[in-house]
Structures are given as C-alpha cells and as structure tokens.
C-alpha cells in the first residue's frame, strides 16, 4: 500500500494548500515560491504514474488517490487565480483576458468531477476508463496556464523593488506573457470540453 508512487501522490495531495494560500501573501517571493511548488506537483503527476507502471505498484489506493490529487490541485490553483483576478485586477493590470470568467472555471472543475462520476459508473458495469490523449493534453495546457499565471503574479509584484517597471524588457514580458496566458486559457477550454465529450462518444454503448 505504501509505495514510493503513493507517497508522492499524497505529498501532492498535502501540498495543495500550500499552493492555495502563497498566491495571496504579498510580495513576489511567496508568488515564485507557489509556481515552483505546482511545477512539482505537476511534475510528480506524470513521475508517480511512470514508477507505478515501471515498477508494477499500481493499486486500488494509488488509483484512488491519484484523480483526488488531480482534482484538489486543480481546485487549489484554479479557484485563488479566479479570486485574485477578480479583487486585484487594478493590482496585477492583467492584460488580454482580464478577469477568469467564472463560468470558465465552474466548466473546468465540473468537467473533472462529472469525468471522475463517469469513470466510476463505468467501473461498475465492468468498463475502465484510463486516460486518453486528449484529456492527458487538457492536463498539460491547464498546466501551462495556471504556471504562468501564478507567474505572472510575481512579476507583477517584482517589478518595483527590482526595478522593472520600465524599458523594454518590460513591456515585452508584458504583452509576450499576457497573450501566452490567453492563449494557454483557450486551448485548455477547448480541450477541457472536446475531451469529455469525446470520452462520452467513445463509450456511448454504456448509455445502451
């Protein structure tokens, strides 16, 4: 029960408040401490899945545990970027896509949830679901963006003590990083409902 995979995805698991709660102290420090920190856990996503498979330790708990960290990481980055983005937005000066949209994020965490119910109504009548292409690609973009969200962040908050307010470093990392976000957030979204329905059509005879 207690091999290294399982370890490592409940280390994931203990660091999603961590990385719920840095993004909101201030300073730049706490910001470049949180985006270090996801970039583990999402690291250790892939890491913990391979020693399972390489090493033949898949079990029950690790196939419990490993969608609960998946969606409590997705929880714990998701649901702060949407608040930050909506009472610090004079702060932080987010170009291009603006506020998260709500409607955005509840897409993104009800996708998870509903695939995870899916997934499991499917154990029961004897077919499993393991991850496909796109959905593993939705992983990796959801990734991109919330990285370089939480990124974004502590620029913003570096720029004045380190002296990059101005030049053109500056405005290029501004208009470069805000449209790499925008972008990442659109390809995450699209990718986020392509995959599900695709999962939906792929096992439509379930539904018979």
Known sequence: MWTLP??????????????????FIQGYWPKLIAFVVFLAAAISDVIDGHLARSRQQISDLGKLLDPVADKLLLLATLIPIYV????RHAMYDIPVWGSIPLWVCVCMLAREFAMTGFRWWAKSKGVIIPAAGVGKLKSIFQNIFIGATILWYAFRDARKPLGWETGPFAQFWNSFHGWFVAIALFIALALTITSFVQYLYRHRELFR
């Open 6 to 23: 399982n370890i490592i995805t409940l280390v994931r698991i203990a660091l999603t408040p961590v990385i719920a709660l840095l993004p």
């Open 84 to 87: 930050i983005s909506r009472t």
